[in-house]
């Protein structure tokens, strides 16, 4: 796979800097595995009109910041609903609400129409705000792996840090989760 040169250039690089070497190949991903505490991997991302949002202009606000995998399927339509239908209390409470999936712009924006949703969604059709947060990678289901969009939310600080992650989501009842688990 790699010619002579490059495994001699490895051997040596190793030998120089014994640190843990993980060379990509072409299509795999790096699973990032984040923790609650960490500061928020930097993002921006085109939203359903294709204006430019990123972290850094939420600095000083709450962000519930969720990965989902495609507009329009029941669960994601369900956890986006009851997040809009939520959208009130969580900015009495001071966030915003950000969802970020493969999706287009244009998929993104007939969602956002066909059910009312008063957030923006993200196009990270590279999959690179997916692959900061470690929203993307391999799955289980039905009893197959596959790679896909890991259903994700993060929950970041006025500060830029995460405060909670939710890896396990209630759809239909995503907002009360996020309101018991952080007592608010």
Request: with cysteine; aromatic share 10%; proline share 4%.
């Amino acid at each position: 796979m790699f010619s002579g040169l490059i495994k001699f250039l490895i051997v040596l690089n190793l030998m120089v800097n014994p640190a843990v070497l993980y060379i990509k190949p072409q299509n795999a991903v790096i699973m990032t595995k984040l923790e609650e505490g960490q500061k928020a991997p930097l993002f921006s991302g085109k939203n359903q009109d294709g204006e430019t949002i990123s972290l850094e202009d939420y600095k000083g606000k709450k962000v519930v910041l969720y990965f989902y995998p495609k507009d329009n399927t029941p669960g994601c339509t369900a956890e986006a609903c009851n997040l809009n239908d939520n959208l009130d209390a969580f900015l009495e409470k001071g966030f915003v609400v950000i969802g970020v999936s493969p999706d287009s712009e244009a998929s993104h924006r007939k969602f956002i129409d066909k059910y009312g949703l008063k957030f923006d969604l993200i196009s990270d059709p590279d999959k690179e705000i997916l692959e900061k947060y470690g929203a993307y990678g391999e799955k289980n289901m039905y009893g197959k792996t596959r790679m896909g969009v890991i259903r994700s939310t993060f929950i970041i600080d006025e500060n830029g840090n995460i405060e909670k992650i939710f890896r396990k989501v209630k759809t239909k009842e995503h907002s009360d989760q996020i309101f018991s688990e952080l007592n608010v």
